[in-house]
């Protein structure tokens, strides 16, 4: 159902609850006109509306009952007790299509003659009496009871809802955020006092009641994917038909919640993908029967939320993706070298379909195959923050998979300081975090650019205070290096002097000065009170390095890029080997025995005068010397001890697994031996847990 | 120009009227964060209960070069808040009518200026604040 629709039905459905209690009362008190005028007027837009839709019956009844009403207005007469069991009976009658048109998104079957008849009888028949006969009429109170409706639904409890000008919400949005930064300074306060909020119970329910408050109110902006599939079946009947495919629906997760917003800017995006896979995706019944499918080819559409995100597949089966002519078109469009298209995986191929200019249709249709169309797909739902995925099934099929942001407005974010301010780079952005001390990062510089050689791949690297103008602050250990993609494909590293914290913002739009500065992509007021800017790092790229260079500088060859990087290692506990992916490996150490301590169950280690937490999984030697893997993402460490390096290797999952110990993404082979991947993140993430954080008065 | 209520302030040596429907409060400039790489006119982001407001240097996007301003006029535009620095505020009057802008204003105020009131003696320039915000992106003042 579309937004129109389903407004119609929500507003039919006030109006008639309402408009019966209208009639009621001015049977009771026939002086009072204008209640008749108000549910004449209610009348007359319910049948204007339907008639827009093309619903015939709610039309068709209404309109019955529009003429009794206007002949009851021109009387000025008491109402007899039929003419008002009529109209209430034909507002009943509006009431159970529009229910049904909720559920089914389409009028139902049925005849509704007898009850027309019924209403227009009423306008030969005796119109109005004496007041003395009231009631003495001896039909029927309600007609048509053998008229077909359907079973009778109950009215669904969503359309029980109240419609608001978003500048309201806005307004108790900004409201709630005082309300919090309020909160915040008179803890503050307290603490200044020598109180400990946390121990002053009013407060605390106060914090609680606030914490709901707000999540709440972030709820608001949420509707039901629901909303956005509902025209799908349609569309997807008017599309097949035209082709003249067969091809059935599937929809499931329909409950997923999502931005309105993001709902809006994915509609464009999801019916272009069904289109093109009605057009060239699914085969004709015959040549699908030919290849032992069923005649029936199969659409699904399926959403479900992970975390924050919403991961939106869109899935045919039909014959999946030609491609041959992908890569011909990719070399003939200067994507692609001639001699790099053998070392192509299908899966990199398969992406190939979001390159401007290609298409996927051997001949252009009315309706799609002109060859614009994937790559704006796939810059639409970049523009959320969000990524496309496409996975071919030589013969059986293509999913495409959009991964996009619950919400715009709130967004999770990396806070960076740099001169004396904080600002956010947007996590959907950002690949990975590095210590500008690490060894896996060499800075180098030509013609005065700024490079950072980063696992084979060289690098365009921005300093974030010459971007911003700003001055340098002395301290240069701490520097971060964030790696982030940008324009698609291509990453560019930026130096940013010191990276705070994981913050979920809230984001309000910049005004028009700030953002033609192409610079910030929007604002956030963080509980600290101090207004944050959001940089837009693709803009940031852009507009500084990018603009003649297009593609990374490439280095590393597209075979290489397909497979991660892992450093092997034996490691105490096990025989087999440990893989650990480059990717996270900030350096590795020889550790005197001595620099290890044992609080309780766990283990931390002095390395250049900071405590890094050891992930310890066997034995310790009593002295001597140990050699640990320090991990971590620039802003989590930690350490793992090992036996020995072994050596650095491409390698892929082959099967998944788990491992008491340490937590893997699975099981690799190389040269006979079985490596265990080690789940970097994962681990970071439980150590964090066991040791969290404390930095600047932030627990993390 | 038909009458009404007008908030009077000075901009360098020069009295304007703002529309006081067009003015939701006049407060004291604090917790201000400066945006890098923004235009001189735009000094920062100033917040006043939750809300931020895009703080600009009225006297600058007028021509009469930078002030230490202390107090703001916040202004609703198009959803955005903004916040136009104002060295000195007199009072809100009420003034009947406003005549045409003087001829041989500066380019800079020619931008601002809406019309002229001769309010017991003293000349007072009627200007907008969607004018102050427009002529922040191309400051003929900040230029000159």
């Known amino acids: 159902m579309d937004d129109l629709l389903r407004e119609f039905v929500g507003e039919t459905l006030d109006m008639m609850e309402s408009v019966a209690g209208d009639l009621v009362v001015w049977e009771a008190d ?347 797909v796939k810059a639409n739902i970049e523009k959320l923050g969000g990524q496309t995925h496409v996975r071919n099934r030589p013969g059986a099929g293509v999913t495409v998979e959009f991964d996009v942001p619950m919400t715009l407005t709130i967004i999770s974010a990396l806070a960076v300081d740099a001169g004396g301010q904080s600002f956010a780079i947007p996590r959907s952005v950002v690949l990975e975090v590095l210590l500008a001390s690490s060894d896996a990062v060499q800075r180098q510089s030509a013609g005065g650019a700024g490079l950072l050689r980063v696992r084979g791949r060289m690098l365009p690297l921005l300093v974030l205070e010459e971007l911003l103008g700003l001055s340098k602050t002395g301290e240069e250990a701490d520097r971060a290096i964030i790696l982030c993609r940008v324009g698609g494909n291509a990453t560019v590293a930026i130096d940013v002097p010191d990276v705070r914290d994981h913050e979920e913002l809230v984001i309000k739009p910049l005004p028009p000065l700030l953002l033609t500065l192409g610079i910030y992509s929007g604002m956030s007021l963080p509980d600290s009170g101090q207004p944050m800017l959001v940089l837009d790092v693709d803009a940031i790229a852009a507009g500084s390095i990018l603009s003649d260079q297009g593609e990374e500088i490439p280095a590393a060859s597209m075979a290489e890029r397909d497979s991660e990087l892992w450093l092997t290692c034996t490691v105490h506990h096990d025989d087999r080997c440990l893989a650990v992916p480059m990717t996270w490996i900030e350096r590795l150490h020889d550790l005197p025995v001595a620099a290890l301590s044992r609080i309780g169950e766990r ?68 040269d006979g031996a079985i490596i265990q991947l080690l789940d970097a993140p994962a681990l970071l993430a439980e150590t964090e847990r066991a040791w969290p954080r404390r930095e600047k008065g932030v627990t993390v | ?58 006297a600058l996007i007028a021509g009469e070069g930078t002030a230490q301003s202390q107090l703001m006029a916040i202004s609703s535009i198009e959803g955005h808040g903004y916040g136009l620095a104002l060295e000195r505020v007199e009072d809100v009057i009420a003034i009947d009518r406003f005549g045409p802008a003087p001829a041989g204003l500066t380019s800079a105020w020619a931008q601002l200026v809406d019309g002229m009131a001769d309010h017991q003696g003293r000349a007072i320039l009627l200007v907008r604040p969607e004018a102050i915000v427009a002529s922040a992106g191309t400051p003929l003042g900040a230029a000159a």
């Open chain 1, 30 to 376: 026939p002086t009072d006109r204008s209640g008749l005028d108000r549910i004449f007027r209610t009348v007359h837009t319910v049948k204007g509306s339907s008639s827009f839709f093309d619903l015939p019956r709610i039309t068709a009844v209404a309109h019955a009952a529009e003429e009794l009403l206007d002949a009851l207005r021109a009387r000025r007469s008491v109402p007899a007790a039929p003419a008002v069991a009529a109209i209430l009976e034909a507002f009943e009658r509006i009431r159970q299509l529009t229910v049904a048109i909720a559920a089914d998104g389409a009028e139902p079957e049925g005849d509704d003659a007898a009850l027309i008849g019924q209403i227009l009888s009423n306008l030969r028949g005796g119109l109005a009496l004496a007041a003395g006969e009231r009631g003495v009429e001896e039909q029927p109170a309600i007609p048509g009871a053998h008229d077909q409706v359907g079973p009778v639904t109950v009215v669904p409890q969503n359309w029980r809802s109240v419609r608001l000008p978003v500048a309201l919400l806005d307004q108790l949005m900004n409201g709630v955020s005082d309300l919090v930064l309020g909160r915040n300074e008179v803890a503050a306060q307290l603490r200044a006092a020598g109180i400990d909020p946390a121990e002053l119970s009013a407060f605390e329910r106060l914090s609680t009641t606030l914490a709901q408050v707000r999540a709440a109110v972030g709820q608001m902006r949420m509707v039901p994917l629901r909303q956005l599939f509902a025209p799908l079946p349609r569309l997807v009947r008017q599309l097949s038909s035209e082709l003249g495919k067969d091809v059935r629906l599937e929809i499931e997760g329909g409950e997923v919640e999502i931005d309105r917003e993001v709902a809006e800017s994915l509609r464009d995006p999801i019916v272009h993908v069904l289109r093109n896979a009605i057009d060239h995706g699914i085969e004709s019944s015959e040549r699908r029967i030919a290849a032992g499918k069923p005649a029936q080819g199969t659409l699904r559409v399926s959403a479900r939320q992970a975390h924050n995100r919403i991961l939106i597949a869109l899935e045919d089966d039909g014959g999946g993706l030609p491609l041959e002519s992908l890569v011909s078109r990719a070399i003939a469009d200067g994507h692609v070298a001639e001699d790099e298209a053998p070392k192509l995986t299908p899966d990199r191929i398969a992406e190939f379909v979001f390159l401007p200019g290609v298409s996927t249709a051997a001949a252009v249709t009315g309706v799609s195959g002109r060859g614009v169309g994937m790559d704006v």
């Open chain 1, 603 to 670: 283990h931390v280690a002095m390395i250049d005068g900071q405590l890094v937490p050891m992930v310890v999984t066997g034995a310790i030697p009593e002295q001597g010397t140990i050699r640990v893997v320090r991990i971590g993402d620039g802003v989590r460490r930690l350490a793992i001890p090992i036996v020995d390096v072994g050596q650095m290797l491409p390698l892929d999952v082959e099967i998944p697994a788990e491992d008491a110990l340490l937590p893997l993404i699975g099981l690799a082979q190389h």
């Open chain 2, 1 to 58: 120009m038909s009458s009404g209520l007008y908030l009077v302030a000075g901009v360098g040596g020069t009295t304007i009227a703002l529309p006081a429907e067009t003015v939701e409060a006049v407060v004291r400039i604090t917790a201000l964060v400066p945006v890098p790489c923004a235009p001189p006119t735009i000094i920062g982001l100033a917040t006043i209960r939750s809300r931020v407001f895009t703080l600009l240097d009225t």
